[in-house]
Every structure is written in C-alpha cells, then in structure tokens.
C-alpha cells in the first residue's frame, strides 16, 4: 500500500529566532520543497498547514505572499502533532484523490510569543499550578524510574546521543558534544529532568510538497501514516503516560503498511524530553517495556547501531518548533532515505519511521499520536 | 453524485454566555445531534472540530467528557469558516472511504475571551490600526453604495428581516421586530453600518453527525461541499469585497451537485454584516452584480419569498460564534428540508444551501469560503 508520494521537502533554521514573522519562517522552508520536487508554487492545489500559536489566519497571509490563492487550505492544531497531522491530512488527502498536488506544512513562531517556556493557557488548571509538559514528563520519568531501575545515567545517554547527532545537522547550531555528567549537571527543570533534557523554544518551519506516487526516482513513498487521539494516560494503567497511544498508534501504522517494527532502518521520534524517547522506544517495539534505558546504553539506537533513532538530533538537540516539528522529521527522514544526510547519514536505509506525540496543554486530557511509514 | 449523509445535527443555544466552559457549549450539541442519530458516541471513528480561538487541546478536552477517545481529532482553524471546513472535511473524510461515523463539531467561547468586540492580534497590522472586520465590511459597503445605488435603507432591510425570522427560533432569544429606523438608528459602529448591521459576540456549538448515505428517510444527503481560500479582494477588482470568492466556491458547490441555483429551495448565508447578505446573495447568482438592495426590498429573501435567506435569523441575530457558526447554518438548512423548523419553517423546500465566509484577522489577506449543497 501506498498512500502519497513526497516529491521535495524543505525546512528553515531551527533556532530561537525572535521577531522573525512566520512569513520568514515558512518562506524558505517551502521553496526549498518545491525546489527539491521541481514544481511550481502556481501547480499546488490544497495547502494543510500545522500550527499551534499562530493566529487565526496566519497560513493564508504566509500563502498570499508565495503566489497561493483560492485553493483550500487547512489549518490544525493539534498540540505538538499539528504538523504531522498536517502531513497525514495531505496523504490521505492524495490518496483519496481529492487533490494532485498538495503543500503541507509546518511553522511556529514560539520565542515571539514565549520567553523561555510555554505558559500555560487561562483555562489550564493543570497549567495553573505548575503541571506543565516538563512537570508531566517529569513525573512520569520518577514513576517509570520507580518502576523500572532507569538510572539518570540512561536517561541522559539519549541527550548525549541526540546532542552529538545535531553536530552533523547544518539546519541547527545546538549540536554539542556533552558528557553524562554535563546533561545531568544543567539546571534541574522537573525532577529528575535537568534542562539538557528538555527541548528548547524553538523558531522554524518545515515543509513537504505531496501527490500520488509517480515513479520519479528521488521520491519517498508514504507507505502508511496513522493518527489517533485521547486519553494518553489513567490512573490505571501500568505503562508509562504516552506508551499506549504511541504503542496503538504505531500498529495501526505498521499494519498498513503490512511492515514489522524490524523492517525499519531509520526512526525520527518524539524526544520533547529524554524520557519520552525511552518510552517511544519501547512503545514502538525496538526492545520489551522497560527495556528503554538498556537500549540506549548498548548503542542500538546510535546512527551507527540497529535502530538509529533521531539522527538529526531529534526535538531536543533541534529544538521544538510545535507546528514544525512533525514536517521537520518526515524531511529528515526523506534525506535519510535518499542518501542525502550529508554526515549524519544512516547507511543503508530503505524505510523509515517517524513518530510524534501531542500531549498538549490540557495535560493529562491527553492529545494526540501520529505515525507515518516512509519508503526510499 | 452525493459525498455523504447527515444523520443528525444539534446546537447549544446561542447567546453571551460568559464563563461557560468549551464543554458546556458543546455537549448538548453533541448529545442532541447524536440522539437525532440514534447512534452511540462509542462509534464515532474520527472528529473534525472547528475552533478559533480555542487553545490548544480544547477539542480533545471536551471529547474526553463525552468518552470518544483514541480516534483520529482534527482541530482546525479557518476563520469565521471553521466550522463549515471541519463539516467540509468530516464529509470528504466519509465520502473517500476513511471514516464510516464522523463527529463534526464547531465551538467558540467568545464572551469569556473577548468583552465587545473580537481585538486585534499582536501581528496583525491592520486590526492595530482600527481595520478589524467592522471597518473592512463598511468600506465594502460604502464602495458598494457608491458603484451600485444601494441605501442604507436597504442595507437595514437584510437585519429587519434576519431579526424577525430569528423571532421563531427558540435556540435564541435576540429575535425582534425591528424597524428600518430602529436598525439605523443603532449607534453607529463603522460607517455606513450601525449596531443592528453587525453580528454579535456569542458563545455557542454545533454539531453534525456524518456517515455514507443509508437510505434512511430523515437522513439530508450532502449533494457537495467546496472550499476556497485566498485573496478574497485586489484593488484591481471591480466587485465589492468577497464577491469573487464566493461566486467562485458557489460555482464549484453547484458545478460538483449538478445543479443550478433556481434549484435550492432555502439558503442559511454569511450575513455577518448587513452589507455581507447583500454581496452574497449576488455572488450566489440570486440576482444581478449590483441588485441585491432590489433583492431584499422585494422580499424575494423572505421567508415566504422565492429564495428564503436567513429563515433562522443569521449571523445577525443568531449570533455569531465562528467555529459554530458553519455547522449552525448546516443544523438549520437540515432541519429545514426535514419540514422540522417550526414557526421558521420555508414550505416544501427539498433543496437548501449553505455558504460561510471567513474573513479572518489578516483582513484583506482574505480566508476562506466554503459552499455545501444539502438535499432533503
């Protein structure tokens, strides 16, 4: 099964990147795409555009100022998923037949709106009295440490990975190559998750020009892109908050795509914080539940081991532009596929998964979970 | 040709209601439209929320409540058109084979964000400077008074009308029998449009609940919904603001339906602004570029007239709470060709269309429009 073809993609620099206008985000991002898949803007039929900040109209101005008028498009939210499901929209989109050709993407301009975190929303309780993403994920790396014996030690190792992948990345300067005691020495942000462990406030914008697949031979297939949404997490689950959805959502994605987690050679996921890539890796079925912390200490999830996982540095080293961040790993998975990543490229890959997660700032109400399949 | 079926739609009421939450508005509509359904939330396999100025993880919140959980939630944003673009995409959805039981849901809490009037965003340029949507629809208007003849008399005729049909629409109370003199002689908010001529903040939600057509007899198949966006207006045009798009997603809504605009039978229309009812009853082809003043004064847009505009009142006195708004006037045109609307009932129309701008923040960056044909 195939649903769509990526004929070009394209990012901006990830970078806090204040004052700049979404407009100077996107702009690039787009025109690197449509560069890459050798169409015309005039040529796009459908626009789906993933934003979580952005106000009310924002895509249409962005579009005006690249020529693309009186064609639909679609604006989503959904938390930190808005871009990915911006991107599973234009698939399916395509698939269906609806459209031929199809832009989707992917901006947030955060550092304009935000200082140095995202604040909670009025109607937040959970916001209100400090239960943010970091206190969540923080809570839920106590837990699953409790739980399971992952040392600080194991958590960090994903930073030092992910961190060290990012030097090879020229869309981002925050490559860096830390020691353990680095990451665990930064300031604590939410027990036990120091800031090395949680992405920054981050300024880009991704994109990726889509349409039914066509045997050109620089084009990545969609094999399969599932998405689902709710409760994240209950009291009475014995897993750790996200591991169900990711879990779920990913069988839906893998099953059709009529492919096991074993065939994948390269994996963009949701690290908003170390702890989220132990639990998607466990979720995505690279090792058993609770295996995270072994995984990432024996290298498998190293560039150069079995499952390399972000090998552009993921949200934590690229940072986490909300509406962006989905686009951002379908690209770096196109270029990985392609050969075309330059130093930190994969060898060999031949399908490729991302993962992304939408916890959202209704906290525990829980959000959203996208997983697309891609094909070199 | 037919994209798919409504079974059952359902609003809250319609009117400031300052400081209820998001869930409030929206569970009844939910519960109602699912009641006229008679299907149980529990199968409900995707949702396609229209909100603008919800915060983030607001669509996942209020499903939550209602047990509708792990399925596809798409929130999307389109301006005053985001209803209608999530009611769009709920039908396409069905009609491309994806989702056999979709949820399409508006919601807006207007009042709790906003004390008068919507205010300017941060970017946007032209809302700074006084130019928000008051001001773009009274150039509109006194550009159109200036080519066309128009009077503010029959600009005032559209909200004499619109508040007398909402008299017979019990899910708000701002229906009157307004004169023309009481509707100018409202205190005057952006020349030539006074108080009366200008929607109101409202907090409300509506919902639909769609799927394949089944034969069932009080079942509304969706004949076609189409959906442009882009620059909506360039000085270069020689129509009033909004005309072209309209008339160009009108055409497109027909085209695809195969049908005329003699054909339809009850029209629920965007008459944010009076001067907005009288643009798209000319756009839609109910009389000529120019006429739309005649068109009203002739009480050809009445109830009992040849083209009924607005039998529930409109935006104008209904109120408009933009996520809502598009699947408001969807709820009515449906109870319309079911003969279910009471005292505001149009006699024996089989036929109805529903048409709902989005004029959006970025004002002359224009937005959207979508247009849905809808057989009883």
Redesign the interface.
Known sequence: MTLAAIYGVGTSRFARQRGL?AEQLAWPAVLEAAGEAGTALADIDA?FVGS??G????A??V??GLG????????????CASGA?AFH?AC??V????YRLVLALGVETMTTKFDRAIEP????AEGAIGFGMPAIYGMAANLYQHRHGLTDRQLALVAVKNFANALDNDRTDAGARYSVEEILSSRLIADPLTRRQCCSLTDAAAAAIVGPARGAGRDVRVRSSA?????LWDQRSTSAWGFD?VR?TAEQALGQAGLGIEDIGVFEVHDAFTIGEIVTTEALGLCAEGEGGELVESGATARDGKYPVNPSGGLLARGHPLGATGLAQIAEICWQLRGEAGGRQVPGARLGLTETM?G???GL????CVVTVLEG
């Open positions: 206008l626009v979580v900040f106000e009310p109209g924002v249409q101005r579009l005006r693309i008028s009186r064609v639909p498009v679609y604006t989503i939210e959904n938390a499901t929209e399916h989109a698939a269906a037949g609806r929303m009025a109607a937040d998405l689902l949404s709710g409760a959805l779920d939408g959202g700032a209704a109400d829980g959000n959203a």
